[in-house]
T-cell receptor, first 112, second 113 residues
Framework: NAGVTQTPKFRVLKTGQSMTLLCAQD?????MYWYRQDPGMGLRLIHY???????AKGEVPDGYNVSRLKKQNFLLGLESAAPSQTSVYFC???????????FGQGTRLTVV | GESVGLHLPTLSVQEGDNSIINCAYS??????FIWYKQESGKGPQFIID?????DKRQGQRVTVLLNKTVKHLSLQIAATQPGDSAVYFC????????????FGKGTTLSVSS
């Protein structure tokens, strides 16, 4: 059982480049989340989705876009990467709107 | 702004001691308060939650206490083991559909043998 899988695990981008982070879950969960984790800042919610075809802004949505075209996938896009977006990104999913979310292993992104 | 936070960024204990990790929250409208554990190099993992109309909930070796008067949440770990070394986050959630989990900043627990 794979759970939540994030692709890629590591990436280095140059300022201004674009990229998409992929999150896939095989648990048929309705809710999916994208968080970023920075030292001393904890986990901050970027965007989330409560079902296929829906997205909503979180605490720090600027500079990111998301799409949930299929229930099992949640994509996070950076249109023009900035050094401030250097972070570890975590995707999570949960059944309905419950309190137990299942996290992926994270994507370490460095923007130079 | 952030509505959950932790009192201390780090906590060091001896193996076998009881650990208490604290969290202060400001959003009285939250319906659930949750604790997550993050081991090095991994994503956070759910430990236990408590509904806002409860004061105490026990799990395996863990107890969560909620004091709504002073808006304080704590996680007690009994007989702390080296495997408990991790970063612990409190989180909150409103109960209605369409709301997300919001996390605090985390406390790093170090357990020495």
């Amino acid at each position: 059982n794979a759970g939540v899988t994030q692709t890629p695990k590591f990436r280095v981008l140059k300022t201004g480049q674009s990229m998409t982070l992929l999150c896939a879950q095989d648990m048929n969960h309705e809710y999916m989340y994208w968080y970023r984790q920075d030292p001393g800042m904890g986990l901050r919610l970027i965007h989330y989705s409560v079902g296929e075809g829906t997205t909503a802004k979180g605490e720090v949505p600027d500079g990111y876009n998301v799409s949930r075209l299929k229930k099992q996938n949640f994509l996070l896009g950076l249109e023009s990467a900035a050094p401030s977006q250097t972070s570890v990104y975590f995707c999570a999913s949960s059944p309905g709107g419950g309190t137990e979310a299942f996290f992926g292993q994270g994507t370490r992104l460095t923007v130079v | 702004g952030e509505s959950v936070g932790l009192h201390l960024p780090t906590l060091s204990v001896q193996e076998g001691d009881n650990s208490i990790i604290n969290c202060a929250y400001s959003n009285s409208a939250s319906d659930y308060f949750i604790w997550y554990k993050q081991e090095s190099g991994k994503g956070p993992q759910f430990i236990i939650d408590i509904r806002s109309n409860m004061d105490k909930r026990q799990g395996q070796r863990v107890t969560v206490l909620l004091n709504k008067t002073v808006k304080h949440l704590s996680l007690q770990i009994a007989a702390t083991q080296p495997g408990d070394s991790a970063v612990y986050f409190c989180a909150e959630k409103k109960g209605q559909a369409g709301t997300a989990l919001i996390f605090g900043k985390g406390t790093t627990l170090s357990v020495s043998s």
